[in-house]
């Protein structure tokens, strides 16, 4: 599939863009020719990625779960695509060993960033055509116990993703909203420390509990996958899993 500035439009926006799976995607859209816009906390990372992509990388050091971040940003870019990517590493622990501060971190940002971003998308409106996709995980299947308050987190984030498509049908805004699921991966610092700690509780070294898991997935294939359902060449579906395998569609 080639991708080109058309299909993609000549914005994008992606949090999470410093490093993992963001800065693979920011990269594969930058590829297509888009101005991309990276926003994380960290400027350093950002301005690295700056150095690689050129000019029309624009770095945004800036809390992606502020809402007035989103609206912002939003009225600044008109984003044909955005990606809302960044997470939070969640504390690695069994429940009882969790505390609420802990247990709710990914609902305090992953949560209120899908929710703030999505609802400035549908009240503003973005343009008939623009695509919003949200990362989800494949812990919102399959639960992830070791990870707190993740695994609920990223299945509200899918469904926050889900009424949006609604919304959208139903005022006829034309704007696509898709949640994606990875697997989880090591090729990420988060998914490494999740990793590390699934392979710990079952009692495995890390090349042992990867082995049973299959092929890894890796940022570059979660950057070509965004790009293909950012491209339009998705089917009218709602959510995905990802696998190395590539996208199954789920709803
Ligand atoms: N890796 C996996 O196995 C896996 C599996 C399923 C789903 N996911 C999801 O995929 C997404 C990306 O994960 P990843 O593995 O690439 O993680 P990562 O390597 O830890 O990268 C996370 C990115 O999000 C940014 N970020 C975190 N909090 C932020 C905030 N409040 N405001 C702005 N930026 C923020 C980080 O930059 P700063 O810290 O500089 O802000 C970083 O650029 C996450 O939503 C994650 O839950 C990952």
Redesign the pocket.
């Known amino acids: 599939m080639t991708s080109s500035i058309g299909s993609i439009g000549s914005t994008a926006i992606v949090?999470?863009?410093?490093?993992?799976?963001?800065r693979a995607i920011a990269t594969a859209l930058s590829a297509t020719g888009a101005h991309v816009v990276g926003?994380?906390?960290?400027a350093s990372?950002l301005n690295e990625l700056r150095d690689e992509l050129g000019d029309t990388f624009t770095p945004v050091a800036?809390?992606?779960?502020d809402p007035a971040i989103a609206g912002r940003l939003l009225d600044e870019y008109s984003p044909r695509t955005l990606v809302l990517?960044?997470?939070?590493?969640p504390r690695m622990a069994p429940l009882h060993e969790q505390t609420w501060e802990s247990f709710s971190q990914n609902w305090n940002?992953?949560v209120a960033q899908a929710f703030h971003w999505t609802r400035y998308a549908l009240r503003r409106p973005l343009a008939p055509g623009s695509t919003v996709i949200a990362?989800s995980?494949?812990?919102a299947v399959k639960g992830s116990p070791l990870s707190g308050g993740y695994a609920g987190a990223?299945a509200t984030v899918r469904f926050i993703t889900g009424y949006a498509a609604a919304e959208s049908q139903r005022a006829g805004l034309g704007i696509d909203f898709v949640s994606v699921l990875?697997?989880?991966?090591p090729?990420?610092?988060?998914?490494a420390k999740?990793v590390a700690a699934y392979a710990e509780r079952q009692g495995v070294d890390v090349e042992t509990f990867l082995a049973s898991s299959g092929p890894a997935l890796s940022?570059e294939q979660v950057g070509k996958s965004v790009l293909q359902i950012a491209d339009g060449d998705h089917g009218e579906h709602l959510a995905y899993l990802l696998t190395a395998s590539g996208l199954v569609a789920l709803d």
């Open positions: 949090t999470g863009a410093g490093r993992g799976f963001g926003v994380a906390r960290d990372a800036a809390d992606a779960a990517c960044a997470g939070a590493a940002m992953d990362m995980s494949g812990a990223k990875p697997q989880l991966t090729a990420t610092e988060l998914g999740a940022a």
